[in-house]
């Protein structure tokens, strides 16, 4: 269980917050200008990142407001909490490398 | 309300009401043990939402009832019997006794919404979307904690806080009254189930404590 820190309530449990996404995908300038792949890709492709991945979140039983977060996605390490419509803040760390590369199933490769 | 046969008529019609947890109230009876914890339902309190900013003067119009709008998470203000608790940056609810309610003769949720006027906000009756329920002893912590992972420590979680979490698994608003005793929020449709979920929860109270 994540403990997420609310910029407005404090460290709660992962179950009161509500996941919504990558953060930072714009909206198009355009829509009636992209084509079906261009529109598609905005819809539905996501990044997959390994290591530090900014994403919103919402205190869907707490204050019910939106944030966003910089979360390492191999070691679960929260780096940044900040307010929606700021800019990505740079991170210094970055995901330690992995020596022996294990499937999730622990089969070594 | 000058129109005392409507007001006559409604709380007519309020004696036919039953609260969402009315069902287990011989449970709530049998399975409160005295000197220990106790469970009741405080039904039908009048609720109202409120959404505004704070720092506007439609803030403060409505703050006026509970000595100001509640500033940060937790925060209760509060004028005799009606508080308002923080729900959010501009989200608060209200809450006063059965009363307070315009259908009783009260003056609950209408003179918010005329306090609001044509300013940027909303003021909802809420009274039927939440139950109340009273938890109170001295081991209404230990009760709780079984299901709410706040830290309720009294050292942390002081009387007069209120915080909406989960406990038991479902959403509700906590309430700490006293500092043995807690308002636990559910909506409607929740409240069999938290009272039952309590319930089973307290019943190791009932027994004497193996050594």
């Given amino acids: ?109 | 309300m000058a129109d005392t046969a409507a007001l006559e008529n409604s709380k007519k019609i309020q004696t036919l009401r039953t609260s969402p947890a009315s069902l287990l109230w011989a449970a709530f009876e049998a399975g409160s043990v005295a000197g220990a914890v106790e469970l009741r339902e405080v039904p039908f309190l009048t609720m109202a939402g409120i959404r505004v900013d704070p720092g506007g003067d439609a803030g403060k119009r409505l703050g006026k009832r509970t000595g100001g709008l509640p500033a940060a998470s937790g925060e209760v203000r509060s004028i005799g019997d009606t508080a308002a608790l923080w729900l959010g940056p501009a989200e608060f609810l209200l809450v006063a006794p059965a009363e307070s309610h315009d259908s009783l003769g009260g003056e609950i949720p209408r003179a918010l919404t005329d306090a609001l006027g044509d300013a940027e906000g909303q003021v909802v009756d809420l009274s039927a979307n939440r139950t109340t329920l009273e938890l109170s002893g001295p081991r209404a912590r230990a009760v709780l904690e079984k299901g709410c992972a706040l830290d309720l420590h009294p050292r942390v979680f002081t009387a007069g806080t209120a915080l909406s979490t989960e406990i038991g698994g479902i959403p509700a608003i906590l309430w700490k009254t006293a500092e043995e005793t807690y308002r636990i929020f559910p909506r409607a449709s929740f409240a069999e189930f938290l009272g039952r979920w309590l319930l089973d929860a307290m019943r190791e109270f009932a027994s004497t404590e193996v050594p």
């Fill in chain 1, 1 to 109: 269980m994540l403990l997420i820190p609310c910029p407005n309530c404090g460290p709660r449990d992962e179950t009161e917050f509500h996941y919504g996404g990558q953060a930072h995908v714009p909206y198009p300038e355009n829509p009636a200008d992209l084509t079906d792949r261009e529109w598609a890709e905005y819809l539905f492709y996501r990044d997959n990142t390994k290591g530090a991945f900014a994403e919103r979140w919402q205190h869907s039983t707490g204050c019910r407001q939106w944030f966003n977060m910089l979360r390492d996605t191999v070691t679960y390490d929260i780096q940044a909490v900040y307010p929606m419509g700021q800019l990505r803040p740079a991170t210094g760390t970055t995901a330690p490398t992995v020596t022996s590369p294990v499937s999730p199933e622990g089969a070594v490769k």
